[in-house]
């Protein structure tokens, strides 16, 4: 069973940054792709930021063209841990956000398999 538990969340003023990290455990599940999403209110999780490390252990990172040169996501392998920076945040930001992994990356929330709970993202104007 695979287990991915989010933190760093929280309340910031519009252009504050957050760091949010997710940890992933269990069996030897080793994911290949670790991707953010995010969900606010009344709206459809959508992909935020996702890496995917090729057979060679290279990781490619890809973010959504709405969060791009303000977002980065990251990860450290030796600690099966995926971040997300978010910098120059938007009141539009806030929304539950999600980490997922899976052995192939997609857009859509539906493919993936393993979810954490989610961590809160709250900007204010």
């Known amino acids: 069973q695979v287990q991915l538990v989010e933190s760093g969340g929280g309340s910031v003023q519009a252009g504050g940054s957050l760091r949010l990290s997710c940890i992933v455990s269990g069996n030897t599940y080793l994911p290949n792709c670790m991707v953010w999403f995010r969900q606010a209110p009344g709206n459809e999780r959508e992909w935020v930021a996702r890496?995917?490390?090729?057979?060679?252990?290279?990781?490619?990172?890809y973010t959504a063209d709405s969060v791009k040169g303000r977002f980065t996501i990251s990860q450290d392998s030796a600690k099966r841990a995926v971040y997300l920076q978010m910098n120059s945040l938007k009141p539009e930001d806030t929304a539950l956000y999600y980490c997922?992994?899976?052995?192939?990356?997609?857009?859509?929330?539906?493919?993936?398999?393993?979810w954490g709970q989610g961590t809160q993202v709250t900007v204010s104007s």
């Open positions: 997922a992994v899976a052995r192939a990356c997609y857009n859509v929330a539906s493919a993936y398999r393993y």
């Open positions: 890496i995917y490390n090729d057979i060679g252990g290279v990781g490619t990172t």
